[in-house]
């Protein structure tokens, strides 16, 4: 699936729109504990299409979606096992507290995503999964912000949030549409239609080298024609 400026652009109104709907960042802490955490988001964003490229590959190896998607968990239960191990170790007994049931839906809500990534990235390909994807993320949290959802503040929505939500829907619609047909019918330059095109020029010269007369545009022209340029 090669890129074209129909999907970079898509992908261009997405970042927009992921701009347009953030909060403005607070400065009072301290410097570099900004910057830390704009670089562990960036670094969590940069791994999640690897991850879905890893856990397609991993299904291919393993026979089904499902099966992938245990060994993925089971490599995450291990590593969290073993932090929170460390942390237990190093700060003292874990405490538990009583909550909620809705709790305890955080696995099946991860289960269903991780289960879906390793089935669409290989129907539909990476970059257009995740861009339905973040798409979705954004207007369900925009809801969620809006209402206040699961005990946490809520936040009115305001014209620029809206805004971006919004355009990153469009963007991720026009990312799965094909380009206009204004932007497709523009002939692609290769390496194949180039080297036509020279070997056009050099036989058009040893034909009339003997008029010492140049090829001229129109025997050009049409021997692009021919090759289809």
């Known amino acids: 699936r090669k890129p074209t400026l129909w999907k970079l652009g898509a992908v261009t109104m997405l970042a927009v729109g992921t701009v347009l709907t953030a909060d403005r960042l607070s400065a009072k802490g301290e410097w570099w504990m900004l910057l830390l955490f704009c670089a562990g988001a960036i670094l969590s964003g940069t791994i999640f ?6 856990n397609d590959v991993m299904r291919a190896h393993v026979g089904t979606p499902y099966r992938a998607t245990v060994v993925s968990f089971c ?15 190093t700060r003292g007994g874990a405490r538990i507290e009583g909550g909620e049931p809705w709790m305890w839906l955080g696995g099946c809500c991860g289960v269903s995503a991780v289960v879906g990534m390793v089935i669409g990235v290989r129907r539909i390909g990476a970059s257009a999964y995740l861009a339905t994807f973040i798409a979705a993320q954004m207007t369900t949290a925009f809801i ?4 206040g959802a699961f005990g946490f503040s809520s936040i009115t929505p305001s014209a620029r949030r809206s805004a971006g939500v919004a355009l990153a829907v469009v963007a991720a619609a026009a990312f799965q549409l094909p380009a206009p047909r204004c932007l497709a019918s523009h002939p692609r330059v290769t390496r194949s239609s180039t080297a036509n095109l020279l070997g056009i020029w050099v036989g058009a010269m040893s034909q009339d080298h003997s008029s010492k007369a140049a090829p001229t545009v129109d025997m050009v022209d049409k021997g692009a024609k021919a090759e289809g340029c």
Not at 49 to 54: N, T, Y
Not at 75 to 89: F, H, K, Q, R, T
């Open 144 to 147: 969620f912000d809006a209402v």
């Open 49 to 54: 299409p690897v991850q879905a490229c890893v």
């Open 75 to 89: 490599g995450g239960v291990c590593i969290l096992g073993l932090l929170s191990a460390i942390l237990v170790g």
